[in-house]
C-alpha cells in the first residue's frame, strides 16, 4: 500500500505560478509511474502530467503543455509539479497518482493507477 499525500496548492493570480509536491509513502517509490490529474467543479477527472520510474520520459495534456513540468527526486519519494503561466481554467483539485504496473502508453487513464492523493486545491484568480 502507498500513500501519497500532496502540498503546494493555494490561491493564485492569473499568470502567477505554484509548484505542486506529493510525498509517497513507501521506498520502492521508483518503481511507479507517477502522474497528475485535475478536477474541476461539474466537470470529470482529467489527466495533467505523467513521469516514468526513471524521470526520463513524461507526458502532458495539451492544455497545459509548455507551462507545466512534472519532475520527480526519487531520493526523496516525492513527484512534483511546476505550474508556469496559470490560468482561471487551471482552477481545480489536482491529485497525484501511483502506477506500478507501468503498461505502454496508458499514462493518461485515470483506471491505470493505483493508488490516489486526496489533492490539494488550486485557484487562479483572474
Known amino acids: 500500500q502507498v500513500q501519497l499525500e500532496e502540498s503546494g496548492g493555494g490561491l493564485v493570480q492569473a499568470g502567477g505560478s505554484l509548484r505542486l509536491s506529493c510525498e509517497a509513502s513507501?521506498?520502492?517509490?521508483?518503481?511507479?509511474?507517477m502522474g497528475w490529474f485535475r478536477q474541476a467543479p461539474g466537470k470529470e477527472r482529467e489527466f495533467v502530467a505523467a513521469?516514468?520510474?526513471?524521470?526520463?520520459?513524461?507526458y502532458y495534456a495539451d492544455s497545459v503543455k509548455g507551462r507545466f513540468t512534472i519532475s520527480r527526486d526519487n531520493a526523496k519519494n516525492t513527484v512534483y509539479l511546476q505550474m508556469n503561466s496559470l490560468k482561471p481554467g487551471d482552477t481545480a483539485v489536482y491529485c497525484c497518482?501511483?502506477?506500478?504496473?507501468?503498461?505502454?502508453?496508458?499514462?493518461?487513464?485515470?483506471?491505470?493507477?493505483?493508488?490516489w492523493g486526496q489533492g490539494t486545491r488550486v485557484i487562479v484568480s483572474s
Open positions: 497518482a501511483a502506477d506500478r504496473k507501468n503498461y505502454v502508453n496508458t499514462y493518461a487513464y485515470p483506471s491505470s493507477y493505483d493508488y
Open positions: 513521469i516514468n520510474w526513471s524521470g526520463g520520459n513524461s
Open positions: 513507501q521506498q520502492t517509490f521508483d518503481i511507479y509511474r
